[in-house]
């Protein structure tokens, strides 16, 4: 069975420094994974997927992501957070027939 | 860029009513599925469609709701008599051919309200 636990409900960093919001999952066999990201009022939005490339993986808007199979994780980085990122971001691990999603981390942007 | 589109953005409705939730996906994709979040917890998959028929539901999707590809275009979920429960934000999403590797393309939502 696959699942996906995101480590932190609520993320706050001042604009300018690094993001890093985690996520570990769990699946029974080799996974695909994606990063998901909810503006207020809007869809859910693609940032990124792994599906057994490169296990680092780069995304839109400068966001990147590595899988680590020891560790189970799929981590979501971006070097320098703009206030345009303040968001909710889910991590997804799909199987053939569905979507697995965390519950959500909401990123805060302080000027 | 192609887009999920759904109607209404918001419906409020009485207990025991139905309600009939209206998505347009992407046109040449050809497989379908309504999630749904309940405030404060996960995203939750319900339904998937292809070829006119469902082909895989979860345990949430039981006898009152149904889905349907009317026409060529929309896909839409029915709840046949709405609990309070069943209040949540309800997405849509297509993707090219079902594949585990397919990104999932998702609508705005629809945020169902029963009184």
């Known amino acids: 069975a696959q699942s996906v636990t995101q480590l932190d409900s609520h993320v706050s960093v001042s604009e300018g420094t690094p993001v890093l919001l985690r996520c570990n999952y769990s699946?029974?066999?080799?996974?695909?994974l994606f990063w998901y990201v909810q503006h207020p009022n809007k869809g859910l939005q693609l940032l990124l997927k792994?599906?057994?490339?490169?296990?680092l993986v780069k995304g839109i808007n400068g966001f990147e992501a590595e899988f680590k199979k020891s560790e189970t994780s799929f981590h979501l980085t971006k070097p320098s957070a703009h206030m345009s990122d303040a968001a909710e971001y889910f991590c997804?691990?799909?199987?053939?027939?569905?979507?697995?999603f965390g519950s959500g981390t909401k990123l805060n942007v302080k000027p | 860029e192609p887009e999920v589109t759904q109607t209404p953005s918001h419906q409020v409705t009485q207990m025991g009513q139905e309600v009939i939730l209206r998505c347009v996906p992407i046109?040449?994709?050809?497989?379908f599925y309504w999630y749904r979040q309940i405030l404060g917890q996960k995203v939750e998959f319900l339904v998937s469609?292809?070829?006119?028929?469902?082909?895989?539901k979860s345990e949430i999707f039981d006898d009152q709701f149904s889905v349907e590809r009317p026409d060529g275009s929309n896909f839409t979920l029915k709840i046949r008599s709405t609990k309070l429960e069943d209040s949540a934000m309800y997405f849509c999403?297509?993707?090219?051919?079902?594949?585990?590797?397919?990104?999932?393309?998702f609508g705005p939502g629809t945020r169902l309200t029963v009184l």
């Open positions: 046109s040449n994709h050809l497989y």
């Open positions: 997804v691990v799909s199987d053939q027939k569905r979507f697995y």
């Open positions: 792994y599906t057994s490339a490169a296990t």
């Open positions: 699946s029974s066999y080799s996974p695909s």
């Open positions: 999403a297509s993707d090219p051919d079902g594949r585990d590797t397919d990104t999932q393309y």
């Open positions: 469609f292809y070829n006119n028929e469902i082909s895989e």
